[in-house]
Protein backbone atom coordinates (compact mmCIF):
# COMPACT_ATOMS: atom_id res chain seq x y z
CA UNK A 1 0.00 0.00 0.00
CA UNK A 2 1.38 3.27 -0.81
CA UNK A 3 1.73 5.84 1.99
CA UNK A 4 1.85 9.60 1.69
CA UNK A 5 3.35 11.33 4.78
CA UNK A 6 1.51 14.58 5.11
CA UNK A 7 2.84 15.42 8.51
CA UNK A 8 3.80 14.60 11.50
CA UNK A 9 1.73 13.07 14.29
CA UNK A 10 2.68 16.14 16.96
CA UNK A 11 1.50 18.41 14.59
CA UNK A 12 -2.08 18.35 15.26
CA UNK A 13 -2.99 18.55 18.51
CA UNK A 14 -5.36 16.69 20.15
CA UNK A 15 -9.01 17.51 19.47
CA UNK A 16 -8.26 19.54 17.01
CA UNK A 17 -8.39 19.39 13.31
CA UNK A 18 -6.33 20.75 10.50
CA UNK A 19 -6.59 21.61 6.32
CA UNK A 20 -4.10 20.85 3.96
CA UNK A 21 -4.36 21.17 0.01
CA UNK A 22 -2.63 18.25 -1.40
CA UNK A 23 -2.44 17.97 -5.05
CA UNK A 24 -4.47 15.01 -6.70
CA UNK A 25 -3.41 13.13 -10.38
CA UNK A 26 -6.06 13.48 -12.38
CA UNK A 27 -6.39 12.42 -16.32
CA UNK A 28 -6.79 15.76 -18.50
CA UNK A 29 -6.60 15.54 -22.28
CA UNK A 30 -4.79 12.69 -22.07
CA UNK A 31 -1.91 13.83 -19.39
CA UNK A 32 -1.75 13.60 -15.58
CA UNK A 33 -1.77 16.64 -14.22
CA UNK A 34 -2.27 18.09 -10.48
CA UNK A 35 -5.45 19.41 -9.16
CA UNK A 36 -5.43 21.05 -5.47
CA UNK A 37 -7.28 18.48 -3.01
CA UNK A 38 -8.29 20.31 -0.02
CA UNK A 39 -8.36 17.69 3.32
CA UNK A 40 -8.55 18.13 6.43
CA UNK A 41 -7.03 15.62 9.32
CA UNK A 42 -9.03 15.46 12.75
CA UNK A 43 -7.20 13.94 15.71
CA UNK A 44 -8.47 12.28 19.16
CA UNK A 45 -6.21 11.32 21.29
CA UNK A 46 -3.92 8.61 19.04
CA UNK A 47 -6.04 8.39 16.61
CA UNK A 48 -6.46 10.41 13.30
CA UNK A 49 -8.93 10.62 10.84
CA UNK A 50 -8.79 11.69 7.16
CA UNK A 51 -11.76 13.75 5.40
CA UNK A 52 -12.10 15.72 2.26
CA UNK A 53 -12.55 19.28 3.06
CA UNK A 54 -15.83 19.61 1.51
CA UNK A 55 -19.19 20.04 2.99
CA UNK A 56 -21.80 17.76 1.93
CA UNK A 57 -24.51 20.84 1.99
CA UNK A 58 -22.87 23.15 -0.72
CA UNK A 59 -19.56 21.44 -1.26
CA UNK A 60 -17.53 24.51 0.00
CA UNK A 61 -14.72 24.04 1.96
CA UNK A 62 -15.60 23.33 5.86
CA UNK A 63 -13.17 26.26 7.18
CA UNK A 64 -13.69 28.98 4.41
CA UNK A 65 -10.51 29.81 3.89
CA UNK A 66 -9.88 30.40 7.83
CA UNK A 67 -7.96 27.60 8.71
CA UNK A 68 -10.26 27.12 11.80
CA UNK A 69 -11.84 23.88 11.85
CA UNK A 70 -13.18 23.36 15.41
CA UNK A 71 -16.27 25.31 16.99
CA UNK A 72 -15.40 26.79 19.88
CA UNK A 73 -15.68 24.01 22.43
CA UNK A 74 -13.51 22.25 20.68
CA UNK A 75 -15.68 19.49 20.17
CA UNK A 76 -16.66 19.12 16.24
CA UNK A 77 -15.44 20.03 13.21
CA UNK A 78 -17.74 23.01 11.96
CA UNK A 79 -18.45 24.37 8.47
CA UNK A 80 -18.11 27.75 8.26
CA UNK A 81 -20.91 28.36 5.92
CA UNK A 82 -24.00 27.99 7.98
CA UNK A 83 -23.09 26.18 10.60
CA UNK A 84 -23.04 22.27 10.12
CA UNK A 85 -21.39 20.55 12.85
CA UNK A 86 -19.30 17.09 12.28
CA UNK A 87 -18.31 14.55 14.63
CA UNK A 88 -14.00 14.30 15.04
CA UNK A 89 -13.38 10.42 14.34
CA UNK A 90 -16.51 9.68 11.83
CA UNK A 91 -17.53 12.91 9.71
CA UNK A 92 -20.70 12.51 10.33
CA UNK A 93 -23.10 15.52 10.09
CA UNK A 94 -24.91 15.64 13.54
CA UNK A 95 -26.58 19.26 13.00
CA UNK A 96 -27.34 21.90 10.21
CA UNK A 97 -28.40 22.05 6.98
CA UNK A 98 -26.51 18.27 5.54
CA UNK A 99 -27.35 16.44 8.92
CA UNK A 100 -27.55 12.88 8.51
CA UNK A 101 -24.88 13.35 5.80
CA UNK A 102 -20.98 12.80 6.09
CA UNK A 103 -17.57 13.90 4.99
CA UNK A 104 -15.76 11.89 2.35
CA UNK A 105 -13.60 10.22 4.39
CA UNK A 106 -10.08 9.11 3.24
CA UNK A 107 -8.09 6.68 4.73
CA UNK A 108 -5.31 7.69 7.40
CA UNK A 109 -2.17 5.25 8.30
CA UNK A 110 0.07 6.40 11.14
CA UNK A 111 3.46 5.27 10.35
CA UNK A 112 6.46 5.87 12.27
CA UNK A 113 5.72 9.52 13.76
CA UNK A 114 3.80 10.15 10.53
CA UNK A 115 0.05 10.75 9.38
CA UNK A 116 -0.20 9.24 5.91
CA UNK A 117 -3.02 8.52 3.72
CA UNK A 118 -3.41 5.44 1.87
CA UNK A 119 -4.98 4.44 -1.64
CA UNK A 120 -5.02 7.96 -3.20
CA UNK A 121 -3.15 8.82 -6.56
CA UNK A 122 -0.98 12.18 -5.66
CA UNK A 123 0.64 14.27 -8.22
CA UNK A 124 4.09 15.29 -6.42
CA UNK A 125 5.18 12.58 -4.41
CA UNK A 126 8.24 14.00 -3.11
CA UNK A 127 7.57 18.09 -2.99
CA UNK A 128 6.51 17.83 1.18
CA UNK A 129 8.91 19.99 3.12
CA UNK A 130 7.75 20.14 6.88
CA UNK A 131 10.73 21.74 8.20
CA UNK A 132 9.41 25.11 7.09
CA UNK A 133 5.67 24.85 6.29
CA UNK A 134 3.45 26.82 8.32
CA UNK A 135 -0.17 25.46 8.94
CA UNK A 136 -1.90 24.39 5.80
CA UNK A 137 1.00 22.77 3.75
CA UNK A 138 0.81 23.41 -0.08
CA UNK A 139 2.34 20.90 -2.10
CA UNK A 140 3.22 22.53 -5.85
CA UNK A 141 4.28 20.75 -8.49
CA UNK A 142 7.44 23.15 -9.42
S1 LIG B 1 -21.83 24.71 2.94
FE1 LIG B 1 -21.39 23.81 4.88
S2 LIG B 1 -23.21 24.14 6.01
FE2 LIG B 1 -23.65 25.01 4.08
Not at 29 to 56: A, H, L, M, T
Not at 74 to 101: E, K, T, Y
Not at 121 to 132: A, I, Q
Given at each position: ???????????????????????????K???????????V????G???????????????Q??A?L?????????????????????????A?????????????????V???????????????????????????????D
Amino acid sequence: MELFAVCSTFEIEDHSARGFVLQKAVEKDGQKVGEPWPIVISRKGRNYYGFENSCPHQGKQLDAGLEDFMDEAGNFIVCRHHGAQFDLDSGACFSGPCQGQNLKTIQIVVDDGDVCIAGVELFEEDGLDLEDEGPGVMITSD
